[in-house]
């Protein structure tokens, strides 16, 4: 049970957030970079086939997500000199940065020995990219004991988070054009999260845990109360069915760019996803307004309606007369930012609150499991959508010749987010 000791922490110095908040940046750097082109870079290099790279990316999934429920019950049972979290970071950090460069640099000639070589530094790089991540996560409601401590933790991770994704996506796209490598930039970039996860990890101390508060449940006895939670299902698959979606069409967006407009392999990820991130920033705090207005709940599947709507403008892109289709389609992806940033904002909040009700229920707050739950579910869901890449390739033709998949994307990507929309409206709670 929750001890009078944890209940009455001491507030955290400005310090302390600061260096937990920096691996973030090393965080979605890796993350960003990695998800916007690992199907982009095997396919339009023809290194191997949409589809297998497609299983590739799926099995590297299907091993992260296998990961996230196993490695959060191991960091909530783990109780040694340096803590529960910390551990996991410094052990891991290096093997993750070594198989995210060894992805971009591919040793074989021909289509099946890449499949595999990209299957197996994919596999491992996101098993480890799991193994330091979930433990760092559930590290921040271990440290901000109090609300005023977690809404300025959790500001501060969101800042950083932020700087991460424009590294992942618009410095990754700036090296990438301006070196022509694609490994140089995965070096650069690994190195990136490897020195911010590096300062986390050496610069925080984590605090004790109560013994009275220590989980001593056995693994399914701390994976059921989220399989049995009402909540938590509808909210999972709601959020697990945006990304199927959201996975097309980001992996759609670069080939959009090159194959439909000629522009260079970084364009999309310096001016098509760098243009979305700056419209997610200024719309942020906005979203603050409208959530405190009509409450997370509503926030959220508004949010998901309107990405229903505006990512199925992609497929309009052959057909706009009214204005240069290259525009159009800067304007379709800079207004997709504002219901992304709600997301974003909103769905971290929202696993808060059913992890709370759980606490409140059964005594022990279990962060990292939870978390990994939410991972195993969602990670899924990412591979399915680079599989689901890879089919449209398959049913409409190779990207560089025919332009019909990488239109359809954006009417996936919007079927997706509509259902995500349909199963939220059951969600339970109003805040």
């Known amino acids: ?90 052990s891991g950090v290096l093997p993750m940065t070594i198989f995210f460069i060894l992805f971009f640099r591919p040793i074989f000639k021909d289509a099946v020995s890449n499949f595999i070589f990209a299957a197996a530094t994919c ?40 700087v991460g994704i424009i590294v992942g996506f618009v410095v990754a796209g700036i090296l990438v054009d301006t070196l022509h490598s694609f490994f140089l930039m995965a070096v650069i970039i690994g190195g990136i999260s490897l020195a911010t996860f ?10 004790p845990v109560a ?16 399989l049995k939670s009402k909540m938590f299902l509808i909210y999972i698959f709601s959020i697990s069915s945006f990304w199927v979606g959201f996975k097309v069409l980001q992996t759609s967006i670069n080939f959009v760019f090159t194959t439909m407009f000629g522009k260079p392999e970084g364009y999309g990820g310096t001016f098509g996803m760098g243009g979305m991130i700056l419209v997610w920033l200024l719309a942020t705090p906005f979203i603050f307004l409208i959530v405190r207005k009509i409450g997370k709940k509503r926030t959220y599947y508004m949010a998901l309606l309107a990405i229903a709507v505006i990512s199925s403008l992609q497929g309009l892109i052959p057909y706009i007369t009214f204005m240069n289709p290259l525009i159009y389609y800067h304007i379709v992806i800079c207004f997709f930012g504002i219901p992304f940033a709600a997301l974003l904002v909103i769905y971290n909040a929202i696993l808060g609150d059913i992890i709370d009700h759980d606490a409140k229920t059964t005594g022990y707050r279990r962060e990292a499991m939870y978390y990994g739950m939410e991972g195993l579910f969602t990670k899924t869901a990412r591979g399915i959508g680079s599989v689901s890449v890879a089919f449209l390739f398959a049913v409409f033709g190779d990207p560089s010749v025919s332009h019909a998949g990488i239109l359809a994307a954006g009417p996936f990507c919007g079927l997706f987010a509509f259902l995500g929309f349909l199963l939220f409206l059951r969600y339970p709670l109003n805040e």
């Open 211 to 226: 013994r009275e508060d220590r989980v001593q449940l056995s693994f399914w006895e701390s994976v059921l109360p989220a």
């Open 198 to 207: 590096m300062i986390t990890a050496l610069g925080i101390k984590e605090r």
């Open 123 to 162: 596999g491992g790089m996101l098993f480890f990219y799991t193994y330091v991540v979930a433990p760092y996560l559930a590290l921040l409601p271990d440290l901000a004991r109090t609300t005023d401590d977690r809404v300025k933790m959790s500001s501060w991770v969101s800042i950083f988070g932020i």
């Open 1 to 90: 049970m929750e001890s009078e000791k944890s209940k009455g922490a001491t507030s955290l110095s400005l310090k302390t957030i600061l260096i937990y908040s920096v691996a973030n940046i090393g965080c979605l750097a890796l993350d960003s970079t990695f998800d916007q082109f690992n199907i982009f870079y095997y396919v339009h290099h023809k290194l191997t086939t949409p589809l297998l790279i497609g299983i590739a990316v799926l099995f590297g999934r299907i091993v992260d997500a296998l990961a996230n429920p196993i490695v959060g019950y191991w960091s909530d049972r783990k109780y040694g000199v340096r803590g529960r979290r910390l551990p996991f970071v410094v």
